[in-house]
């Protein structure tokens, strides 16, 4: 139970931090130093800290406490705690909204699509890469998997909307049709997720082959010797090997399903295609930044943040409950 | 027997899989190689061409004009210009904040370690969202700063504990040790043993940022109030324009005819200058970005 909390909170790299509670209450009794000089001792150490800490206080933490300002109807005169309470009509007036249930829908059906397209292939892709025996090759198909991951959404919007132009678009000219891709609103969500996979697929796959590169090359000759074909190698070493590692970032994937970026569903989003790109990412930005209604875009904005976090916390018991897999 | 039909049988079929294995990488290689090949020669070619179905392959009619006009273009050339300064500036911010928040963080015997930790930790997973950020920017005056697109960000909390845990994890204690008892300060000793071994994260966490920062469009139109433009924002006001216009024109003769033809050209052209600096950039480093995604996991 412990466990799945601290997973949560600080998914890969806790067990440095629970070795080094004991390191340092060993360390601390060696020394036997009382805290404060030990405190003096480092001062070095907190000034370098002080920057960073202020930074995060005045920009991720007072932005929280602003979070108020979604149950008050903020006036910038008055600042986040002197406007007037309203509880929760923000709220409510979401809910009413005609394009609520929409919104919400589309959010999750792109999430959630996205997820079960784009979350196989790079386990897939890293597989047969780990597999390949020409060291060359393969660091090639390396190189150009990881390329686009590199070019900004901006770039790759824009390539979008010239390949799928209806008149001289690559697509149309290789189909020899003249379809409006970007008008048809069935058509969006295929062009947000294929666009998501070929930009971040191969991306995907280092933390993966990274793991891999741990497996015992003995393991694979000994499975050799007892006649396993390449697929059965791949089967029985490199997927249980991969498996945790699945499940973690299976995990971190379900607790975002909310999170549908911004960026690529505003630039693409065009009048006819609403019906599916509508989020609420985009009506967050559109109400707050756009049109300047604070205290209703930051009460969407909350809504959104807090069913993820429950998310999270979902995905992350039924997980653990689920297999005897160790996060960490 | 038995044994080497089975060992001959092994051999076969390794082989077989591994063409199975090439073919299909290569498959995949072509996929994502070839938009990117697409917008290369669609740059040098004749947009009429282009439109046309003729540069599938290899360009139609070479020509270099549209990359003459995008730097010919003054919002091009400051966006350009406006982006290196932002990603030089930013990449020397954020790498100082990482190794600056990562090194404290990673001595075991620092008292208060685990609540800074956690301090920081918490703002990934819960944060004040668009509008009460922005709030606060305004209040801090950064709207229509330069630093609006650094300080906000204030310290990567994901790659800081992959730097953390790389200071844990590969930089040999002994060596650190040894430089105190030569009476060196926990700051010296953090410039002169620490910052030296770690060239490999340092590496990929620069990488990283100056990517986060070349690419970066959306930071700067909400912060920037349409002052300073970095190259992103340029091109959206160039490739967000509906082609519509230039392909109704595309028939015509003359002026017009001729200057939605450049439209046309710049969108490719634009791309490529836009795509290319960070592509160049990444292959030097990417041996190290299996070792940095790994410092952040498992190790002890």
Known sequence: MKKNQTSLMDPVPLAGDRISAAGSAALAQRHGKPMGQRILENWQLYALLFIPVALTVIYKYIPMYGIQIAFRDFDPALGFTASRWVGWDWFTRFFKAPTFGRMIKNTILISVYGLLWSFPIPIVLSLIINQVRFAKFKRIVQTVLYAPHFISVMVICGMIKIFLSPTGGLLNLLLGTQIDFLTQSEAFRTIYIASGIWQDAGWGCIIYLATLANVDPGLYEAAKVDGASVFQRILNIDVPELLPMVILNLIMAAGGIMNVGFEKVWLLQTDLNKATSDVIAVYVYQQGIEQAKYSYSTAVGLFNTVINIVLLIIVNKVASKASDVEFV | ?300
């Open chain 2, 1 to 300: 027997m038995n044994a080497t039909a089975k060992k001959n049988h092994t051999g076969m079929s390794d082989k077989v899989s591994d063409v199975i294995l090439v073919a299909i990488l290569a498959v995949c290689l072509v996929i994502v190689a070839y938009p990117l090949y697409y917008v290369l020669i669609a740059s040098v070619s004749d947009p009429y061409d282009v439109y046309a179905g003729k540069t599938f392959l290899l360009p139609s009619q070479f020509t270099l004009d549209g990359y003459k006009a995008v730097f010919a273009d003054p919002d091009i050339v400051s966006g350009f210009l406006n982006s290196v300064k932002y990603t030089i500036i930013g990449t020397c911010f954020s790498v100082i904040m990482l190794y600056i928040t990562a090194y404290p963080l990673a001595q075991k015997d620092l008292p208060g370690r685990k609540f800074i930790s956690l301090f920081f930790v918490f703002t990934m997973y819960f944060g004040g969202g668009l509008i009460p950020t922005y709030l606060v920017v305004q209040k801090t005056g950064l709207i229509g700063n330069m630093w609006s697109l650094f300080l906000p960000g204030g310290v990567g909390v994901g790659n800081m504990i992959v730097v953390r845990n790389y200071f844990q994890n590969s930089i040999p204690h002994d060596l650190v040790e040894a430089s105190e008892i030569d009476g060196c300060s926990k700051f010296r000793t953090f410039i002169s043993v620490v910052i030296p071994l770690s060239m490999p994260i340092l590496a990929v966490q620069a990488v990283f940022a100056m990517v986060a920062y070349w690419n970066d469009w959306f930071t700067a139109m909400i912060y920037l109030g349409g002052k300073g433009s970095p190259l992103p924002l340029v091109l959206r006001g160039i490739l967000m324009k509906s082609s519509a216009a230039a392909e109704q024109t595309a028939m015509l003769d003359g002026g017009y005819a001729a200057l939605q033809k450049q439209t046309e050209l710049i969108k490719f052209c634009s791309m490529i200058v836009a795509a290319v600096p960070m592509l160049i950039a990444y292959p030097y480093v990417q041996k190290y970005f299996e070792k940095g995604f790994m410092a952040g996991a498992v190790k002890g």
